[in-house]
């Protein structure tokens, strides 16, 4: 049974959040199995020069229709790298995603919509999972300069070192089934808690936006959320000056999370062939992610980049 993080990890990776971003196996309803892997391709993914990749037509930072994603320029970096085409296919994430997604079928026809999956946890079940091509962590946001005391503020235990009237007015954005739950619990926090869904049901909002909109408002002010978001909103700083703070595991509360590709479970030399692009080209993606604000830990769990990025104390 999965844990409470790897649950809310799913949400915020597979489909924010992800993630993302979802609940339960990130793409089906609660309570139901994996189907069974379909049949491989008869004519093999890249059979044809075309690398086919379903995406989120509307989920920054991760993926968008006009290509502004890391996810998507990741996936133009394969391509070119392949010498191959790149066809997207749109599909908002959320459940039912990789039933719609990879595991479904052009109509009348023996092709899959799509061969390759850009952003799911790592040990993912509902497909095979690549190499992790990122490790990021869940970080605290908020805005600079707004007078209630957080200025400065770089660790969980910064929150809880406020004057405790402080504190107490603050109002916490937090996503449904977050790690951050127990962590909020214990520290009697729970009535201060704005809850968000992971899935709002409505696919023109991405979980970006809706937190720096409620950042920038002061209906919120600071949100836990997972570490692409949180440094995209800070590294954009369109509304606000927003600050991201990454968070570090701690015992019995796992924050940080690896992120991977999926593939079909009977395409073994697609996923080969990915996993090799991943390690040819980890410093390219790694400069990608970059200018996204993308907090990025190495296999250790620590800051893999020491410099300051934009958007961070």
């Given at each position: 049974m999965r844990s409470?993080?790897?649950?809310?990890?799913?949400?915020?990776?597979?489909?924010?959040?992800?993630p993302a971003g979802a609940q339960q196996a990130a793409s089906e309803p609660a309570g139901a199995k994996p189907a069974a892997a379909p049949a491989p391709d008869t004519a093999g993914p890249g059979q044809d020069k075309v690398l086919r990749v379903c995406q989120?037509?509307?989920?920054?930072?991760?993926?968008?229709?006009?290509?502004?994603?890391?996810?998507?320029?990741?996936?133009?970096?394969?391509?070119?790298?392949?010498?191959?085409?790149?066809?997207?296919?749109?599909?908002?994430?959320?459940?039912?995603?990789?039933?719609?997604?990879?595991?479904?079928?052009?109509?009348?026809?023996?092709?899959?919509?799509?061969?390759?999956?850009?952003?799911?946890?790592?040990?993912f079940e509902m497909a095979a999972t690549t190499h992790p091509y990122y490790h990021s962590s869940y970080a605290l946001v908020y805005v600079k300069d707004r007078g209630k005391g957080l200025d400065g503020v770089r660790d969980l235990d910064g929150v809880l070192a406020l004057n405790p009237a402080q504190r107490g007015k603050l109002r916490f954005g937090v996503f449904s089934a977050s790690p951050m739950i127990d962590w909020l619990l214990k520290n009697d926090l729970m009535s201060q808690v704005e809850w968000y869904q992971i899935q709002s049901g409505d696919a023109e909002e991405y979980p970006g936006q809706t937190i720096e909109r409620d950042l920038a408002s002061g209906k919120i002010d600071l949100a836990f959320v997972w570490g692409p978001i949180a440094g995209y909103v800070a590294h954009n700083k369109r509304s606000a000056p927003i600050v991201a703070v990454p968070l570090v595991s701690r015992p019995g509360m796992k924050l940080d999370?690896?992120?991977?590709?999926?593939?079909?479970?009977?395409?073994?030399?697609?996923?080969?062939?990915?996993?090799?692009?991943?390690?040819?080209?980890?410093?390219?993606i790694n400069a990608i992610l970059e200018q996204y604000g993308v907090p990025l830990l190495d296999q250790k769990g620590q800051a893999l980049h020491m410099s300051q990025r934009a958007g961070t104390p």
């Open positions: 409470r993080a790897a649950v809310a990890m799913l949400g915020a990776l597979c489909w924010l959040a992800l989120d037509p509307n989920n920054l930072p991760f993926s968008s229709r006009s290509q502004a994603g890391f996810e998507n320029r990741i996936a133009a970096l394969f391509a070119q790298e392949l010498g191959w085409k790149l066809e997207t296919t749109w599909f908002p994430q959320r459940i039912g995603f990789i039933r719609n997604t990879l595991r479904a079928k052009e109509e009348n026809s023996d092709r899959f919509k799509c061969d390759l999956v850009t952003g799911v946890p790592a040990g999370f690896e992120i991977a590709m999926g593939v079909r479970q009977a395409d073994k030399a697609f996923r080969q062939r990915i996993d090799q692009l991943i390690s040819a080209n980890q410093g390219k």
